[in-house]
């Protein structure tokens, strides 16, 4: 599994202390330094089933300043992509990839029922 995050967000900070806390191994990676590529983030859209406007840190102030809210709607999905790609403060955090799923941001339960040992 690899566990994507920024490390100065708190809610990064609670999803890595939650998964040391419950002996989950995972790769860690910066979502500053390292951000997801284009067809990362496609495959984990299709992984996730969600809809791509979730993957988008709409609390962010990148996702604020550029105005994004108002422009999402107009977009297709590939300029969703590549505009995701292009900065990783846009992603929604954290993330937690494996092998056959995609979870975005921490909700506690959603992780522990789909971590179960």
């Given at each position: 599994m690899t566990f994507i995050c920024y490390p100065k967000c708190t809610t990064c900070q609670k999803a890595q202390k939650w998964l040391d806390?419950?002996?989950?191994?995972?790769t860690f990676r910066d979502i500053k330094t390292e951000n997801p590529?284009?067809?990362?983030?496609?495959?984990?859209?299709r992984r996730s089933g969600?809809?791509?406007?979730?993957?988008?840190?709409?609390s962010g102030l990148l996702y604020k300043s550029m105005g994004l809210k108002d422009k999402l709607p107009q977009m297709?999905?590939?300029?969703?992509?590549?505009?995701?790609?292009?900065?990783?403060?846009?992603?929604?955090?954290p993330l937690l990839v494996g092998n056959d799923f995609m979870l975005v941001g921490f909700k506690e339960a959603e992780w522990a029922?789909?971590?179960?040992k």
């Open positions: 806390e419950n002996d989950i191994s995972y590529t284009y067809e990362e983030l496609s495959a984990w859209h969600l809809p791509l406007k979730k993957f988008f840190n709409t297709s999905e590939d300029e969703m992509l590549k505009l995701l790609a292009a900065d990783g403060m846009l992603v929604k955090r029922e789909r971590l179960k």
